[in-house]
């Protein structure tokens, strides 16, 4: 079984510049979930996808940050302007389902970020 | 406001021992709680769900218990090896049943 693909693997960009990150999920899942992690921290989410509406963004910096899930299926999310402090890794991961013991999530590589 | 606490940031053990790593919770009763494995530039690796009717769950040399009345989940490594030297990341859900909540993690290293 394939798992949850992320590209790119390392993205540098100066500050004020935007930059996108791409997810592919795991094959029939319906949930999809963009989580943040700084380094020495666990991952935050930002935003929790239901097929393709969106089931919690409440900690998502909407000023700057955007995500969208095209058809249910693959990902994006947008950072613009980025920030110093937006440096991280920005983890994708998916489920079969978004409540209950089917909520066990499958992560990809994420991809690390660095804001110069 | 829900919060997830890992007590220890880092612990360190030799081969062979068992690894004993804590996960608090509080203001929330979660139904399940799961545990996760990230290694140095990977992502969460899902180990273990628990649901909150049961006390204790095994897989391999893994064990975790659920103790609802003080709120906490112990994860447990036995005969642990350097293979083993990983974080190990305790998730719940949120309030409204929907996201998955992570704490910090607690970062195990064992020594042979």
């Known amino acids: 079984e394939a798992g949850v693909a992320q590209s790119p693997r390392y993205k540098i960009i100066e500050k004020r510049q935007s930059v996108a990150f791409w997810c592919n999920p795991i094959s029939g899942h319906a949930t999809l979930y963009w989580y943040q992690q700084i380094l020495g921290q666990g991952p935050k989410l930002l935003i929790q996808f239901q097929n393709n509406g969106v089931v919690d963004d409440s900690q998502l910096p909407k000023d700057r940050f955007s995500a969208e899930r095209l058809k249910g299926v693959d990902s994006t999310l947008k950072i613009q302007p980025a920030k110093l402090e937006d440096s991280a890794v920005y983890l994708c991961?998916?489920?079969?389902?978004?409540?209950?013991?089917?909520?066990?999530?499958?992560f990809g590589q994420g991809t690390r970020l660095t804001v110069v | 406001s829900q919060k997830i606490e890992q007590n220890s940031e880092a612990l360190n053990i030799q081969e062979g021992k068992t690894a004993t790593l804590t996960c608090n919770y509080t203001?929330?009763?979660?139904?399940?709680l799961q545990w996760y494995r990230q290694d140095p530039g990977r992502g969460p690796v899902f180990l273990l769900l628990i649901r909150e009717n049961e006390k204790e769950k095994r897989k391999e040399r893994l064990k975790v218990t659920f103790d609802t009345t003080l709120k906490q989940s112990l994860f447990h490594i036995t005969a642990s090896q350097p293979a083993d030297s990983a974080t190990y990341l305790c998730?719940?859900?949120?309030?409204?049943?929907?996201?998955?909540?992570f704490g910090k993690g607690t970062t195990l290293s064992v020594s042979s």
């Open positions: 998730a719940l859900d949120n309030q409204a049943g929907t996201a998955l909540i």
């Open positions: 203001n929330y009763s979660p139904a399940y």
């Open positions: 991961a998916s489920s079969l389902e978004g409540r209950g013991t089917l909520k066990k999530a499958f």
